[in-house]
């Protein structure tokens, strides 16, 4: 198992990719800490991880109050027994609305939970990591680089997320921390399963050169990889999971 002994923390750990990753990395040996605002959600996970002999401890976390990720990292210091080496910032949201009817509430529901809370927590983990080593994968997107009608907010989030992630791994290369993140491409979900059988999402399916959506799966090598000390030489990168969508013509 490649993370035997180590900690680490997932954010937005109740649903999707957040509760793909907890299991992933729990199964590479990891102690996974698995947080989120829906305390059900992440109890009913940690007992699954448990029960298939893992470890898992569920934190409750809301990634745009500062209040709230300050005392989650103080319960994280307080209940695991290891030293947090870990941290994938996965916790975002999103949603389609055209730019010229766009809100400014609208427009703060994705950026603050998107870009202001991945700062929050990386800034959080890092206070903590220094010294000691650590490593911070943030799961950004290929909308980051390219992107699409109606994701003002999204696209403008993750483009942030993905300079941010860069800013960090600059600053933080000398007290032994790395900063690198995950840009997925359309992968399919319990959420958007239903659109992705339709025609306009076959539609876009036909855009991507692999002419197929991914499958969470086909995140576990490249975040285990970031996670893991075969990246050791590796910070500020980011990584495109995406089926070769961003190098399609335009």
């Known amino acids: 198992m490649q993370l035997e002994?180590?900690?680490?923390?997932?954010?937005?750990?109740?649903?999707?990719?957040?509760?793909?990753?907890?299991?992933?990395?729990?199964?590479?040996?990891?102690?996974?800490?698995?947080a989120a605002r829906r305390v059900d959600a992440l109890r009913a996970l940690s007992a699954e991880i448990e029960q298939a002999g893992g470890a898992c401890i569920p934190v409750v976390m809301d990634v745009t109050d500062p209040e709230s990720v300050a005392a989650a990292f103080g319960q994280i210091e307080r209940d695991v027994a290891?030293?947090?080496?870990?941290?994938?910032?996965?916790?975002?949201?999103?949603?389609?609305?055209?730019?010229?009817?766009?809100?400014?509430?609208?427009?703060?529901?994705?950026?603050?939970?998107?870009?202001?809370?991945?700062?929050?927590?990386?800034?959080?983990?890092a206070?903590?990591?220094?010294?000691?080593?650590?490593?911070?994968?943030?799961?950004?997107?290929?909308?980051?680089?390219?992107?699409?009608?109606g994701l003002a907010a999204y696209a403008a989030s993750k483009a942030g997320l993905i300079q941010l992630t860069k800013v960090l791994a600059l600053e933080w290369a000398p007290i032994n921390i790395q900063v690198n993140a995950l840009a997925p491409g359309y992968i399919e979900t319990d959420l958007n399963r239903d659109f992705f059988a339709s025609d306009a999402g076959q539609r876009l399916v036909s855009r991507i050169p692999q002419k197929r959506l991914?499958?969470?799966?086909?995140l576990d090598g490249p975040l285990l990889l970031l996670c893991s000390g075969q990246s050791r030489?590796?910070?500020?990168?980011?990584i495109a999971v995406d089926g070769g969508h961003l190098v399609s013509g335009l």
């Open 5 to 34: 002994g180590k900690t680490a923390l997932v954010t937005g750990a109740s649903s999707g990719l957040g509760q793909h990753f907890a299991r992933l990395l729990a199964r590479e040996g990891a102690t996974v800490v698995a």
């Open 82 to 125: 290891g030293a947090l080496s870990i941290v994938v910032n996965n916790a975002g949201v999103a949603h389609t609305r055209a730019a010229l009817d766009l809100d400014p509430d609208e427009w703060a529901q994705v950026i603050q939970p998107n870009l202001t809370g991945a700062f929050l927590v990386a800034q959080q983990a």
């Open 214 to 218: 991914g499958q969470m799966s086909d």
């Open 233 to 238: 030489y590796m910070t500020g990168a980011v």
């Open 127 to 149: 206070r903590r990591m220094q010294g000691k080593g650590g490593t911070i994968v943030n799961v950004a997107s290929i909308l980051g680089e390219r992107v699409s009608k």
